[in-house]
C-alpha cells in the first residue's frame, strides 16, 4: 500500500466547481494531498485559490463534486448524515477569521457551547488559563479586543478536543503582533493537545512554522512539503 494511504486524513482526487454555463467555475480540478496525525499543516495560496471551499469539504461543511475525503479510514461522503453530524460534532473544530461569537453569552459561555453534546471535552478553566482569558471569562465579545475574541473562538473549537482543529485565516483580521500572539496559542494547542491541525493562510512566513506545508495554485496542489527545520511562531516575522 502506497504510504500515503496509511496517513491520518486524505484528500483524494477531490474537485470541485460553482455555477454553470459561461458562469462555470472549477475551483478545485483534482487536489491530492495526506495529513498525518498530530501534524500542524498549512494550506497556502493566492485568494480565490480555493482554501476556504477545500476547509469547507474536510469540514463536512460542503461536497466535492468528486473524489473524497478519507479520514482515519472513513470516507466522508460515505457517512450519512447523522453520522456525518456526529463527526463534525466529535471529531472537528472550526476557526474562522471573523470569530462568530454569540453576543449575549460571556467568553466562558462562549467557550462551553463549543464543549456541548461532547464526551471528552477539556477542563475549561484549565483551558481558560491556557486561552489567557481566565480573568476575562465574564466578559462579553464586545467588551473584549479582536485577539482576545479570537483567543474565545478557538477555545470554542478545542474545549471538545477535537482530532482535527481546521482554521480559516485565523489570524486575519489581526495586527502583527496580535497574529503573532493567536499563532503561538495554536502552536501550543497542537503541542498540548495533540490535535491535527489544518490552518489556512496566504501569509507565506507562516509556513515556517508548520511540519507540513501544502500549496495551493489554480486548482490544484503546486507544492507539497515537509519542514523538517520549523521554528517557533514568535520567531516568524514577515
Ligand atoms: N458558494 C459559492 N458560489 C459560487 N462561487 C463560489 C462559492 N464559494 C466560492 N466560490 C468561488 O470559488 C473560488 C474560491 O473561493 P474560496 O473562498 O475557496 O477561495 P480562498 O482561497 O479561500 O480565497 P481567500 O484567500 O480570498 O479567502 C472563488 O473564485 C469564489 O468566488
Ligand atoms: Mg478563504
Redesign the pocket.
Known sequence: MPEEELKFLNVVDVKKA??SGQAR?E?LRGMNFSVAKGEFCVLL??????????LNIIGGIDHADSGYICIAGDRLEELNEKRLTEYRRQHLGYVFQMYNLIPNLNVKENIEVGAYLSQNSLDIDDLLHTLGLYEHRHKLPNQLSGGQQQRVSIGRAIVKNPDILLCD?PTGALDYNTSKEILKLIEEVNQKYGNTVIM?T?NEAIRLMADHVVKLRDGVVRKNETNDHKISAMDLEW
Open positions: 460553482y455555477g467555475q475551483v495560496g493566492p485568494s480565490g485559490s480555493g482554501k476556504s471551499t477545500l485565516e489556512v496566504h
